[in-house]
């Protein structure tokens, strides 16, 4: 017997619809790639997009093909996850930052029929233009005075013109939830980046989760306002787009320019109340506050995720600017992997204990599964000691690649395979120990990278800092701490060495610390240990 409930599929295009009947004179403030704040709202960006899908469908753009975009946070970025992903197409964001040779195999492995660019990607664009296979048409996202004179770029079309010669009338189709949405790709730190295929159905899942954090950002009846500092193309800038339609709130864009005074400019000057981000956002914005003195006055919460922050990065924001940043755990397969509030009564401890529970990677969040195993797939009980292998499963996470790309995603149970090490303890909470490749073994025992380098971070002169595995003739493997520091500071290794004793175990200390003036970063943003590893792979320590 079945429940006598309306079946109706979860569709994207609701999220718009809805914003745009029950919110549409709600603000949407985007910065143009030329710098400048436009503004509109929810009624005007559902009208464009319905243009957007006239548009397609007159270019010939059919449900499951594929629509590129390399572009930044923009509205007319924003208009593409509804005017491509309604239609039935999918969406495919496109990480600008990646190398030529990345570019061009996601591109075309993706079979991308359309490429849309922003005058900022538009040379990135030029230059593997020849090398794309499939591209019908690319598109700026401009209007006429923003098309260049002269493109190498053939069959290049403005999005502005696009959209006005059509109507903004358009049914949105129902079809089936688990048709694919996005399509997402990792960031390629070894290999050939891994395609995820995001649906509809998951999609909103992960947003309606997401929905009570964002909701902290006010009190009840209190404006939101949300501003996604994640890429559109960082999984779906943690689904940002779909949140803010969703529970109406005021939806503020980046643009391209991530300095931080104009990042600040948008924080304080929009009274943002939530945001989102990978540490190195906050490091870079941090320095720059303590450089001018400058303060929030509306922003309360930041979501931390796709690397672990240092505790003296948690600690600076609530303590001297009033923001609680609260990390989860998550990853392109698995958005949503656990839930980044704090367990009720959390907020009656102590501040160091209020810190400590901060530190973890969020707790057990409803619909996903949890478990740990050792090296030959025995589980480990969740204690909060036992530490091993992450696997999750979840309505919300990938069970495969695109096309097969990079072998299974999952284990021979389903569970997906997230190369974290992990414990959880038995109230649900996750605290990450190390990636799988990250992690330094030393003697036969393991030492934890992610805990070396935040202990390093709270010395006041180190602005960044990454704890890598070099060959020893003896233990196999020991500490070399690498750091960059902050503006205008000093620091010898044996003194950093000396701050850190006591902090871990003297046999974790690390054997050597090398200063260097930047951190290679990925296209998320987030360190990038592999370059490292290459940069130090001669490195000797001695016996």
């Known amino acids: 017997m079945q429940g006598l409930i309306m079946d109706l599929p979860l569709m994207i295009s609701a999220a718009i619809r809805h914003a745009a009947a029950w919110h549409g004179s709600t603000e949407i403030v985007a910065r143009t790639i030329e710098g400048e704040l436009f503004r ?43 005017g491509v992903s309604g239609t039935g197409a999918v969406l495919h964001t496109v990480n600008p930052r990646l190398f ?14 359309l490429l849309f660019v922003d005058a900022a990607t538009l ?34 079309l403005c999005y502005e013109e696009l959209l006005a010669a059509e109507k903004p009338d358009y049914d949105w189709p129902d079809f089936d939830e688990r048709a ?20 509809h159905r998951s999609a909103l899942l992960v947003a309606m989760q997401f929905a009570p954090l964002a909701a902290m950002g006010g009190r009840n009846g209190e404006a939101l306002t949300l501003m996604p500092m994640a890429p559109m193309f960082h ?18 864009l980046p643009g391209r320019n991530y300095e931080p005074d104009k990042l600040y400019e948008l ?31 509306a922003l309360r919460t930041t979501l931390s995720s796709g690397s672990a922050p240092p505790r003296s990065l948690v600690e600076m924001l609530e303590r001297d600017y009033g923001v609680e940043l609260l990390q989860a755990w998550g990853m392109t397969e698995a958005l949503g992997g656990s839930a980044a509030t704090l367990a009720p009564g959390a907020a009656d401890l102590p501040f160091e204990q209020r810190i400590d529970r901060r530190m973890r990677s969020g707790r057990a969040l409803f619909g996903n599964r949890y478990r740990i195993v050792d090296d030959e797939g025995r589980e480990l009980p969740h204690d909060g000691v036992a530490f091993g292998h992450l696997r999750v499963k979840s309505p919300w996470v990938s069970n495969g690649y695109f096309k097969g790309e990079g072998g299974s995603a999952v284990d021979e149970q389903g569970w997906l395979k997230t190369g974290d090490l992990a414990t959880i303890d038995a109230d649900g ?3 990450l120990t190390d990636r799988s490749k990250d992690v330094i073994k030393s003697g036969g025992e393991w030492i934890s990278s992610i805990e070396l380098e935040n202990v390093a971070c709270g010395h006041p002169a180190v602005l960044q800092a990454a704890a890598l595995g070099v060959p020893h003739p003896k233990w196999q493997e020991r500490p070399l701490l690498v750091v960059t520091l902050r503006a205008g500071c000093t620091l010898a290794g044996p003194e950093l060495i000396e701050f850190m004793r006591g902090k871990v175990a003297n046999w974790w200390l690390p054997d050597a610390v090398e200063v260097i003036d930047q951190m290679p970063l990925t296209g998320t943003g987030k360190l990038w240990k592999m370059k490292l590893r290459e940069r130090f792979r001669d490195y000797r320590l001695a016996g």
């Open 40 to 82: 509109y709202d929810y009624a005007q960006a559902h009208a464009r997009t319905r243009q957007l899908a006239n548009a397609l469908g007159r270019l010939g753009i059919k449900p499951g093909d594929r629509v590129g975009s390399l572009a930044w946070n923009t509205h007319r970025h924003f208009e593409m996850f509804y």
């Open 100 to 113: 030529a040779d990345q570019l061009v195999y996601i591109v075309n492995h993706a079979e991308d029929r």
């Open 123 to 156: 040379p990135v664009a030029e230059s593997i233009a020849p090398l794309l296979t499939t591209i019908e048409h690319f598109v700026l996202m401009g209007d006429r005075a923003c098309m260049p004179a002269r493109s190498t770029l053939p069959n290049l």
């Open 180 to 199: 694919a949405s996005t399509l997402c790709y990792t960031s390629g730190t070894t290999g050939n980046p891994k395609g995820v295929l995001y649906s």
């Open 235 to 252: 999984g779906n800038a943690w689904q940002f787009p779909y949140l803010a339609p969703m529970l109406g709130a005021r939806l503020v």
């Open 267 to 297: 924080l304080e000057g929009e009274r943002v109340t939530l945001t989102c981000g990978v540490p190195t956002f906050w490091l870079i914005l941090t320095e720059w506050l303590q450089r001018t003195g400058k303060r929030f006055s």
């Open 429 to 431: 909470h996750l605290l």
